[in-house]
């Protein structure tokens, strides 16, 4: 299938390692161009140089929690490519813990970058985007379902689902599309320290994958393949919903 990507411009946050760099990788592997972005300069110059260098990928260190950022990566895109069709906004996990036993500044730190940075950069490329064009918000299956020991993105993320569709509704008669992904276990560094945390790596990731009816954690690429595609023209018909990325681990229908 030929998905319309050639030459199209994106821009990805939390993008230099995960979920949000496979999306890159999947993306510029169809014929796009990107604009990463991550709070670590290193890591950043390593995922463009992984990404084919500025011809297809250019990279911009940069924190979601500062009002600033979401500016600067629309116009390093309009710059560098010239032109802009979307975006994907990841952001890394809040620390686990309980719902309870989160501090006030945990919550408060965690919604500045998790809950507003992302509305805001969604906002921001949605009001730049003057031909159309679709912004992904990657969120999680605690969207739908909390998670235990996660009780900031319990919180959070249901929130960001009902944004997603909000913004959908509002941007819609623009031709802007907005979508929620929600992955679930994929192999990333977040899920190992998770994993990891809870003493016994191998039994977790055991017990994880009997919950899933693949029977096994999935891997960054398989969502970087659905979210490039969601972001593409060949979707052109999808907006307002949250799609699960996670292996048929969500029971509801």
């Not at 709070?39 to 990928?57: C, D, H, M, T, Y």
Request: charged share 20%; net charge neutral; with cysteine.
């Amino acid at each position: 299938m030929d998905l319309g990507l050639t030459d199209r411009v994106y821009v990805l946050t939390g993008a230099s390692r995960g979920l949000g760099f496979a999306t890159a990788a999947c993306l510029v592997a169809d014929g796009a161009r990107v604009v990463v972005s991550a709070r670590a300069p290193e890591q950043v110059a390593e995922a463009v140089r992984r990404l084919g260098g500025p011809e297809r990928a250019i990279g911009l260190a940069g924190d979601l929690g500062d009002p600033a950022t979401p500016q600067r990566l629309v116009a390093a895109a309009r710059e560098h490519f010239g032109r802009l069709d979307g975006a994907l906004v990841s952001v890394g996990g809040p620390p686990p813990g309980t719902a309870a036993g989160t501090t006030d500044a945990q919550w408060r730190e965690s919604f500045e970058t998790v809950f507003l940075g992302t509305v805001r950069t969604a906002r921001t490329v949605a009001e730049a985007l003057t031909d159309g064009g679709a912004i992904g918000l990657v969120l999680s299956t605690s969207a739908r379902a909390p998670l235990a020991g996660l009780g900031i993105s319990n919180g959070l993320r249901p929130g960001l689902a009902g944004v997603a569709k909000d913004m959908a509704d509002e941007y819609g008669p623009r031709g802007v599309r907005v979508l929620g992904l929600l992955p679930g276990r994929i192999m990333t560094d977040r899920n190992r320290q998770l994993l990891a945390a809870s003493g016994d790596a191998e039994r977790a990731r055991a017990e994880a994958e009997a919950g899933i009816p693949l029977r096994r954690i999935g891997e960054p690429a398989e969502f970087g393949r659905v979210a490039a595609f969601v972001l593409s023209p060949a979707a052109g018909y999808l907006t307002g919903i949250t799609l699960p990325v996670d292996g048929g681990a969500l029971r509801g229908l």
